[in-house]
């Protein structure tokens, strides 16, 4: 079963990508087929995301004004790998400024932009945020820049950048910052993350 099913996919794929080769692409047709398989396998990055996967417990503190005492919460989170291991999937429950709040992440990495990609949605609002990172020499951090749009703030596409760090296997810390790439740039929301016993 498994053998017809990769057959199948190939011969698909095939169709693709003798159908849609950019113009002036010299690739022959098993060149192209390498590049699709390449840039659909589970590589390093991939299996490194697995560290995240679990129960968390989740201390969150936002800052509103920088100037002034983060407003503090507690949530939890389960992340989970998806679409056979290409992808970390999170699932957010807490609350935001007194209301039930639920979110959902995903984090990826693209073996043919060579880029990690993250994507939030929530209850909240009724946009995505996405953005697109590298990671650290020694991939315990990786940098995301993202926009999103805010109606606090009246503006489309505002900038922004989170930052995973991996502390240890039972610890990471998520950090989002505001006003990006300006003298105003600024920490505005952290969560420690906590594996549950």
């Known amino acids: 079963m498994k053998k017809f099913n990769l057959l199948v996919l190939a011969g698909v ?6 159908g849609f080769a950019a ?11 390498k590049a699709c398989a390449d840039a659909g ?5 991939h299996m490194a995301m697995a560290k995240y996967v679990g ?19 507690k949530g939890s989170e389960v992340c989970e790998m998806a679409m056979g291991g290409r992808m970390c999937v999170g699932n957010f429950t ?13 984090m990826g990495y693209s073996n043919f ?27 315990k951090t990786i940098t995301f820049i993202g926009s999103y749009d805010d109606p606090m703030s009246n503006m489309m596409d505002k900038p ?11 610890h990471h810390v998520f950090a989002a ?5 300006t003298p105003k740039e600024f920490k505005m929301m952290e969560i420690t993350y906590t594996r549950k016993k």
């Open 160 to 170: 922004w950048k989170q930052v995973i760090t991996l502390v240890d296997d039972d």
């Open 177 to 181: 910052y505001e006003h990006v790439g």
């Open 13 to 18: 794929m095939s169709c693709f990508a003798v």
């Open 113 to 139: 932009a060579k880029k990690y990609w993250s994507t939030w949605t929530d209850d909240m609002s009724t946009g995505m945020m996405y953005s697109e990172g590298t990671a650290s020499e020694d991939g």
């Open 94 to 106: 807490g609350d935001m400024m007194g209301q039930p709040f639920h979110g959902q992440s995903q």
């Open 41 to 45: 396998m589970v590589g390093p990055e």
């Open 55 to 73: 129960a968390w417990d989740c201390a969150v503190k936002m800052w509103m004004d920088p100037t002034q005492p983060p407003m503090e919460s």
């Open 23 to 33: 113009e002036g692409d010299t690739r022959t047709q098993e060149e192209i087929m």
